[in-house]
């Protein structure tokens, strides 16, 4: 295996139950949270966490499926996780701070903005589940096809791992291949997890929460997303999406990235720090 993990995480306990997460420390005014997506770790920030650490921020990233001896939730629930990470928060005595959330992580943060206004100062939410509506038929079409053997198929099979998350795929990025088969082969009940946190993203929906959304957002998206929308039963553009999901907030303004995929932190991650970094200092 290629990959090398790219910085040292540290453990502590939260609900009786162990999180695994990196903080580095730094004693700067502004703090951002990173949430990853479905079926990573915090490892897929390694090209964002050096620009931010330069800017001096304090960068938390947390593990959210029980990898890197983490124990895995006892609820594979979006909204149990966005209570548990706010919990995590203020165990380690952060009180506000921004959040940078992809994909199903952008579903957890919008969460977080819902039940804890005052703890987040703005959102980043990159290619967010949630923004896709999902009607009670499309539901009872999508639910028993998410099985674990599905998920398993989806994240080890390489040529789908790499045109599912990116649009131009560089031989640099082989560590995010192998992440996938280390875990879904390492871990026995990881397929189980990862199937069930699928169908969760589906019944915990936050598309008709947005409008209650006041928090200073932004919204980064790959034109080129070949996971959202769903194209069996959504044969609508990225686009068309997520600017009816910008739209129903109160405060928030989409910003489209041509020639880039669904992991556009990784696809565009120079064009994605920079943004966040000026959204922060300029535009809240």
């Given at each position: 295996m ?55 921020f ?28 706010s ?76 045109t ?67 194209f ?53």
């Amino acid at each position: 295996m290629c990959n090398t993990e790219p910085f040292v995480r540290q453990l502590t306990t939260v609900y009786n139950q162990n999180i695994s997460y990196y903080d580095n420390k730094k004693s700067g005014k502004e703090t951002l949270l990173l949430l990853h997506g479905l079926a990573g770790d915090s490892s897929f920030w390694r090209y964002n966490i050096p620009f931010w650490d330069n800017q001096n921020f304090r960068i938390i990233a947390i593990d959210l499926h029980g990898v890197n001896a983490q124990t895995a939730p006892k609820k594979n629930s979006i909204e149990y996780l966005a209570r548990t990470i706010s919990s995590f928060m203020q165990s380690i005595n952060i009180s506000k701070y921004h959040i940078v959330g992809h994909s199903m992580g952008g579903q957890i943060a919008i969460f977080m903005a819902y039940f804890y206004p005052k703890k987040i100062k703005s959102l980043h939410l990159l290619a967010p589940a949630g923004f896709e509506y999902f009607s009670q038929q499309d539901i009872a079409y999508l639910e028993p096809k998410l099985t674990p053997e599905f998920t398993f198929t989806a994240f080890t099979n390489r040529l789908m791992s790499i045109t599912y998350h990116f649009h131009q795929w560089k031989a640099e990025w082989e560590w995010f291949h192998e992440l996938h088969q280390q875990y879904f082969m390492e871990i026995d009940t990881y397929p189980h997890q990862i199937a069930s946190f699928m169908k969760n993203m589906l019944y915990e929906p936050v598309y008709d929460i947005l409008p209650y959304i006041h928090t200073p957002t932004q919204v980064l998206a790959g034109e080129r997303d070949n996971l959202i929308p769903n194209f069996f039963i959504h044969p609508q553009s990225t686009k068309s999406i997520m600017e009816t999901g910008t739209a129903k907030m109160k405060n928030a303004r989409l910003t489209l990235l041509p020639k880039t995929g669904h992991s556009l932190m990784i696809e565009n991650a120079d064009f994605v720090n920079r943004k966040i970094a000026y959204f922060i200092k300029y535009e809240m």
